[in-house]
């Protein structure tokens, strides 16, 4: 059974840090991309915020979180961070991870096979 597990949301102050975890398992972790992606409160639409390959390493950020939030891979234990450094208001959001096993590099939520059920990830001002 496929599981990706998110952990890690909470409430937070304006500036402050928080570490999310997305521990998978029965699918082969090392041949999937992983990406993270959120939820904004009263949008359907989900936006990537980082993505790695657990292939080659590769990382990727949109400018919105690029120098704030940094994303690893733990090969060994299956399990992907997305560390949120001097976070804001606005990145309160549910944070999903997923993976896809893909050879073109993607972030478009509807090309990813596996999701997490979401942790919800609250900066208060």
């Known amino acids: 059974e496929v599981k990706l597990v998110e952990s890690g949301g909470g409430l937070v102050q304006a500036g402050g840090s928080l570490r999310l975890s997305c521990a998978a398992s029965?699918?082969?972790?090392?041949?999937?991309?992983i990406a993270w992606f959120r939820q904004l409160p009263g949008k359907e639409r989900r936006e990537g915020v980082s993505?790695?390959?657990?292939?080659?390493?590769?990382?990727y950020y949109p400018d919105s979180v690029k120098g704030r939030f940094t994303i690893s891979s733990d090969n060994a234990k299956n399990t992907v961070y997305l560390q949120m450094d001097n976070v804001k208001p606005e990145d309160t959001a549910v944070y999903y991870c997923?993976?896809?096993?893909?050879?073109?590099?993607?972030?478009?939520?509807?090309?990813?096979?596996?999701w997490g059920q979401g942790t919800q990830v609250t900066v208060s001002s």
């Open positions: 997923a993976a896809v096993s893909t050879d073109s590099p993607t972030i478009v939520p509807n090309e990813y096979t596996y």
């Open positions: 993505w790695i390959s657990n292939r080659d390493g590769s990382i």
């Open positions: 029965g699918f082969p972790f090392g041949d999937y991309d």
